[in-house]
């Protein structure tokens, strides 16, 4: 199997996204300082961050104790709308443009991963 199929494994994403969140709840300001937002800032809004991140750690164990289509279609939801979110935040300024448009492509690559993994579920 190519490194590409296995991308699109469900177990893989939903590991990686249960990772993710994990970090998010350990870690909340790192997010934000990856992605260029002021220390002061980061640590005012690390408890959306902790929410973000229990919502990653429940969609990714979800998938992982087997929900199957509807937790990949829910993480697709959930990963277009951060990465529109986060267009109109860099557009705004809210968000440094060059942290900001990375973590839109990881958003975006997200949801794109889903969607090829719901495709060929088919």
Do not use: H, K, Y
Not at 11 to 31: D, I, K, N, Y
């Amino acid at each position: 199997m190519s490194l590409p199929s296995r991308l699109l494994r469900p177990r893989f994403v939903a590991a990686g996204r249960a990772a993710l969140g994990v970090s998010m709840l350990a870690r909340p300001t790192l997010v934000p300082l990856l992605v260029g937002v002021e220390t002061a800032a980061a640590s005012q809004t690390a408890w959306v961050v902790q929410m973000l991140g229990a919502r990653e750690v429940a969609l990714g164990v979800g998938l992982l104790a087997g929900g199957g289509r509807s937790w990949v279609t829910a993480g697709v939801f959930c990963d277009t709308v951060d990465a529109a979110a986060l267009v109109l935040a860099v557009r705004s300024g809210a968000v440094p443009r060059n942290g900001g448009s990375a973590i839109v492509a990881v958003a975006g690559l997200a949801a794109l991963v889903g969607l090829l993994g719901l495709r060929r579920a088919r």
